[in-house]
């Protein structure tokens, strides 16, 4: 029996997959390049790790892993927002946060006397074995998404590029930069159940930033932030369809990287190539 790409493209395994990396690419797509912007990247690994201490929890409190890390997700996202709401503060608060969560994590673990694997693999994550209730949840993360950014846009935009003047023409910057975290927080725990918190890095903020590079307009920016993280994902899946004995998280992160650095090169082209401007000549 052939197993090449083909054959692999029919089996119901690598559909949900393939459907899964795209809607995660598409929320975090919309969310990276406020990421890049709010210089939030920590935040995003943060909030990744630290699902592993809320499905701890969930699997000692009801044994549902799942919810405990998206109820955790949201509570993370709130001690972010109060602790480190000045900018300068934002990382160190991380820091605190995921050293003491981590901890924490480790404790409630060892008090679990079950199979703690659906705790673990939420570090990992296992793209290959995503199920429809799973692409179901992801379906309404990224519609709920879809609408918050389209809802928050000119004031997110706003308070990231600029939270002082947005804060002096009245622009809530507190509850905004809260609600953004909440989408964040749950759009990087249910990636992380599925691709590891490795890929959610490398598709919440690669593109982001390759995007960034090739444009200053918000709506083009986010649009390629999409496609950069759409070609990264499924294309390091259907590359690993095809050569199985590499990971499918190497191909991702390859190509996400590759992507940044074609972006990075194009603008130094594009800059290059425009003329320079010169004084007049007085005579």
Do not use: W
């Amino acid at each position: 029996m052939s197993t090449g790409l083909g054959f692999y493209l029919h089996q119901p395994f690598a559909q949900h997959a393939l459907i899964a990396a795209g809607l995660i690419s598409i929320a975090c797509g919309l969310l990276g390049p406020f990421v890049v912007t709010r210089g939030a990247a920590f935040a995003v690994h943060g909030t990744a790790e630290l699902a592993f201490t809320g499905a701890a929890a969930g699997l000692l409190v009801s044994n549902d892993p799942v919810a405990g890390a998206l109820v955790g997700s949201v509570i993370v996202a709130t001690a972010i927002g109060l602790l480190g709401a000045r900018a300068r503060e934002r990382d160190s608060a991380i820091g605190v946060i995921l050293a003491f969560g981590l901890g924490l994590g480790v404790l409630l673990l060892g008090h679990y006397h079950g199979f703690a694997t659906e705790a673990t693999n939420i570090l990992f994550g296992y793209i290959y074995g995503v199920s429809n209730h799973q692409l179901v949840i992801l379906l309404a993360i990224v519609a709920v998404v879809i609408v918050a950014v389209a809802v928050v846009f000119r004031p997110l935009l706003f308070a990231s590029v600029d939270p002082e003047l947005a804060e002096a023409r009245g622009v809530p910057v507190r509850l905004v930069g809260l609600l953004f975290l909440y989408l964040l927080a749950v759009t990087v725990t249910e990636a992380a159940q599925i691709v590891g918190t490795l890929l959610v890095l490398s598709l919440t903020i690669t593109p982001a930033a390759a995007a960034q590079r090739l444009s200053a307009r918000p709506a083009v920016v986010m649009s390629l932030s999409v496609l950069f993280a759409f070609v990264a994902a499924d294309g390091g899946l259907v590359a690993n369809l095809q050569h199985p004995s590499v990971k499918a998280s190497v191909f991702v992160t390859f190509i996400s990287f590759g992507l940044y650095l074609a972006a990075r090169a194009a603008a130094l082209l594009v800059r290059r190539s425009r003329p320079h401007a010169h004084p007049a000549d007085p005579h």
